[in-house]
């Protein structure tokens, strides 16, 4: 599948379930590519739909419930911050190309134009048995169906005993927000010849390119700013993950940086305040580096609130198990899409906008007393840039193996695996605009 026609499929779905409703044309307030703005109509459908979280996932679900479910279809998006900042391009920010506002989304067009009822505030306890959420606030909401989006929450490092350790002095910077301006900040602040540590968990985490990309862009900028300054990642898996080629021959000195990279580290101690960390190598050799700026990427979980609700095992598990044909998790009438559901499908912002498309089609459907697509289809790209001005990309397509019951990439797909561009570009890089501009606008307007 060429890129192309990959854009266009993002804003496909598996539904095709309701005749479409008006299409009007309006502009967007981030000067994103002109979106179509359909409104919903009456379709006979009704339900009280509670979505938890409004990211990538959250956002995505609220508009085309509304969209495909009609205005009988009364969906209420709880979200506890005012707007979103996205995650997606947020290395940018580390090399000041971007800024965080540049990466800030609102829900007007979700409330404003969708009808969707938006409710700031946190939820911090979920109520199976009785069907509602209660609120951090006070007060408790409701529901027919419940989907949760909320993300993923973050460990402690060893030798580490707060989150707050991460707020002040060892960004992680895996959820884009202060965080990440604090890790900018210290980038700036570094003296010229002091090293950046960054550290990788073990698979899965949140967005399987994104660290080594992180490694590109800060190695990258560095070239030009502190010239002396180097990178050395530490990876807890036993070799890059993803897009091999292209991350091993930046590392390698092709782009004009060197990235010092040690595969196979289990980190022993993280001393946040002295931005000092002990690690094992892939040999079984215990070392310490004193960096100049740490920034520590943990392992990642699904949070705390949906193992309290009995959705999984934190004791076996880090995310929720789910039906990937309809997203409802192992309590009826309880879904999870994006990064705190487990699939075989990465997790990624692409794919929880994708999963909010079949767990859309699946309510309505439920709703109406039909069955759920046998056959989902979902779609994942990832443009990484590599330098200031070049990108490389890695997409692939997944399919439902009614024998395994998992999203699988069919063989028939390239040979049975995701396909990545062979080198970065330019081009690419300009791809990648229209890439992430086409995704928020279909995300969030
Ligand atoms: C540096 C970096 C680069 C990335 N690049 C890419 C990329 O190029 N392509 C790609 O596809 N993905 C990328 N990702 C991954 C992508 O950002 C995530 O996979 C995606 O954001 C997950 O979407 P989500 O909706 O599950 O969670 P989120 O986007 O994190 O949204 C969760 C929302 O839930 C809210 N919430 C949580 N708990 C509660 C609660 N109890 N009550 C109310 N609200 C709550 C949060 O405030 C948040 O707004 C990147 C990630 C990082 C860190």
């Known amino acids: 599948m060429n890129r192309r026609k990959f854009l266009e499929m993002l804003a496909a779905s598996s539904a095709g379930l309701l005749t479409l409703p008006t299409v009007l044309m309006a502009d967007d307030d981030k000067g994103l590519p002109s979106a179509l703005f359909q409104v919903p109509t009456q379709t006979g459908i009704s339900g009280n739909i509670l979505i938890v979280g409004g990211g990538m996932a959250g956002a995505t679900l609220a508009k085309y419930l509304r969209l495909w479910g009609g205005t009988g279809v009364k969906v209420t998006l709880v979200e506890k911050q005012p707007s979103y900042t996205s995650n997606i391009m947020s290395n940018k920010v580390l090399t000041g190309q971007m800024s965080l506002a540049d990466l800030n989304y609102g829900y007007d067009t979700l409330t404003g134009h969708y009808g969707v009822q938006r409710v700031q505030g946190e939820v911090k306890a979920i109520n199976p048995a009785g069907k509602s959420v209660t609120l951090a606030m006070g007060g408790t909401l409701a529901y027919d169906r419940l989907v949760l989006a909320p993300g993923l929450e973050f460990d402690l490092l060893p030798g580490m005993t707060s989150q707050s350790e991460y707020d002040q002095f060892t960004p992680h910077a895996w959820r884009a927000g202060p965080q990440t301006q604090l890790l900018r ?29 992180r490694a590109c862009v800060v190695a990258d900028w560095l070239a030009d700013n502190k010239p002396a300054s180097r990178v050395i990642v530490l990876d807890a898996n036993p070799a890059i993950l993803v897009e091999q080629e292209n991350f091993s021959a930046a590392f390698r000195g092709d782009f004009g940086y060197i990235v010092d990279y040690r595969p196979g580290c289990t980190l022993t101690a993280v001393n946040s305040r002295a931005r000092s960390v002990t690690y094992t190598n892939a040999k079984g050799s215990s070392h310490a580096i004193q960096a100049g700026v740490l920034n520590p990427i943990p392992p990642q979980r699904a949070p705390k609130l949906l193992a309290d609700a009995g959705l999984y095992n934190p004791a076996a598990e880090m995310s929720v198990p789910v039906n990937v044909l309809s997203y409802e998790s192992r309590l009826k009438g309880i879904h999870v899409i994006g990064d705190a559901s487990n699939t075989t499908q990465p997790k990624a912002g692409h ?20 069955a759920v697509d046998p056959a989902p289809v979902t779609n994942s790209a990832c443009y990484t840039p590599i330098t200031a001005t070049t990108a490389t990309w890695l997409s692939a397509v997944y399919q439902y ?27 690419n890089y300009k791809d990648m605009q229209v890439w992430f501009s086409t995704l928020m606008a279909d995300s969030f307007t």
């Open 351 to 370: 794919i929880g906008n994708q999963q909010a498309k079949t767990c859309a089609d699946a309510i309505l459907r439920a709703l109406q007393g039909k």
């Open 185 to 213: 900040d210290q980038l700036v602040a570094m003296p010229n010849g002091r090293e950046v540590v960054i550290t990788i968990p073990k698979a899965p985490y949140r967005c399987p390119p994104g660290p080594y990309e």
């Open 401 to 427: 193996d009614a024998e395994k019951g998992i999203m699988k990439i069919p063989a028939r797909h390239h040979g049975g695996g995701a396909i990545s561009a062979s080198r970065a570009t330019t081009e």
